[in-house]
């Protein structure tokens, strides 16, 4: 597990909480998985591979999207994912940008190859994916750090 990505399982909910350094940064790098997931783990790497952010002009410092998602034992996605939760202070835009990078990783990534035990074990149960985009905080924390030493 890396520092930015958080696994939490719960009874009937996986969760899991994933950092932006941890995406791909453009179409070349995100990528479908090829060989069959084993793990709840392996799931999200999975998704978290596929994910590519908005761009800077876009984005918003410490924007966070919450999405909960059911998958078929087959490993398409089971009913419309759902969004619940969404930065307050984002603009309409910011939201809408975010809404279309999570609809494209989805898209991108699905279905996943599950196999037969896994299948088996998500099939029906909700997952819900945060994103949290700390792209722009960590700049600014590095230019603040570069001036304090000057």
Not at 54 to 70: E, W, Y
Not at 104 to 119: H, Q, S
Request: hydrophobic share 45%; net charge positive.
């Amino acid at each position: 597990m890396t520092p930015v990505s958080k696994l939490l399982v719960g009874a009937a909910v996986a969760a899991c909480a994933i950092g932006a350094n941890a995406w791909a940064q453009d179409a070349g790098e995100a990528k479908k998985p090829e060989a069959p997931l084993n793990t709840i783990a392996e799931v999200f790497a999975a998704l978290e591979a596929c994910w590519i952010p908005p761009g800077l002009d876009q984005a918003r410092a410490g924007m966070q999207i919450t999405v909960m998602v059911s998958f078929k034992r087959s490993g398409e996605l089971l009913g419309k994912p759902r969004i619940t939760y969404e930065t307050r202070e984002a603009s309409d835009d910011e939201r809408l940008s975010y809404r279309v990078a999570m609809a494209e990783a989805l898209r991108r990534c699905t279905p996943l190859p599950f196999t037969e035990a896994l299948g088996n074990a998500l099939a029906g149960r909700p997952m819900t994916l945060r994103f949290i985009d700390n792209r722009k905080l960590k700049q600014a924390t590095l230019g603040q750090a570069g001036t304090a030493h000057d």
